[in-house]
């Protein structure tokens, strides 16, 4: 299908990633209706530092996914929706599981049981992630990996995945779901890694971080939310897992290495215990086979790390007072 002229709602239109989303649609010709959650100050999320006009072309709706009427209301009279809202901190879901529990898996259901009812959506694309595969068992990681819960966070997220398949079993409604790894850019909270090692470098002291050995599938959200668009736009892709990644594996010390080049300083580094995560939920490797991508849609990423971080870097610099790195986000 074409988005071009369409109706589309995205949750979480406030986030990172789907922020970028609305971009993405806009720019194609969307009519982009972003579900975005209550606040009293009237905040959008990122969208806030989104491109310059892009509010005008987007209709924002208020509401909780985990509101089942406040979904339904914004599925009405839509073709298609992105469902990207999710708590998605790995250490806030040690805390707090079963806020993480209601979000991610009755939040998904409440999607899905919406559109059903409705019957009228064209596609429904639901956002997975990596984390679903726990440490590699081989790399790189197809859609076939088995699936490992690791964290509250991942089994979630395991949980969501697996109610969209049964509904578009169940039910034939085109459910499409994507796996993005490891998307980083601008408008990234410090909760994540590389905007944590850019602010901290920025501030010229020493960065306080967790294991520097793992590995990650750095993808630059540019390239992810296009993979978004263009599977959930794929007739092929629906009732598939369609994985989204670089396909390069980095180390987390050798994010730190490339960064203080781009800053021009040896950037050392010292071990905080509470970055760490349990020993037995760590995921010490991830690395993309995204060859499905390209098959089914013609996907690659086109944005080389070195250039990501660049390009982050620079954005944080203009948005420094986003950030407050001496304090770690969860």
Known sequence: ????????????????????????LVADGARVRALLRYTSRGQRGWLEYASPG??????????????????????????AVFHLAALIGIPYSYEHPQEVIDTNIIGTANVLLAAKELGSLERIVLTSTSEVYGSALRVPMDETHPLQAQSPYSATKIAADALGQSFQRSF???VTIVRPFNAYGPRQSARAVIPTIITQALAGEALRLGTLETTRDFTFVEDTAAGFVDVGACDDAVGEVVNVGSGVEVSIGEVVRRVGAIVARELAVETDAQRLRPAKSEVSRLLSDS??????????????????????????RQHSELYRPREYAV
């Open 54 to 79: 892009l509010m005008s072309h987007v209709e924002v709706t208020l509401g909780d996914v985990r509101d089942f009427d406040a979904v339904r209301e914004v599925l009405r009279g839509a073709d």
């Open 291 to 316: 060859s499905k991508a390209k098959r089914l849609a013609g996907w690659e990423p086109r944005v080389s790390l070195d250039e990501g971080l660049r390009r982050t870097v620079d954005w944080i």
């Open 1 to 24: 299908m074409r988005f071009d002229g369409k109706t589309v709602v995205i949750t979480g239109a406030g986030g990172f990633i789907g922020s970028h989303v609305v971009e993405r």
């Open 172 to 174: 034939a409604l085109p």
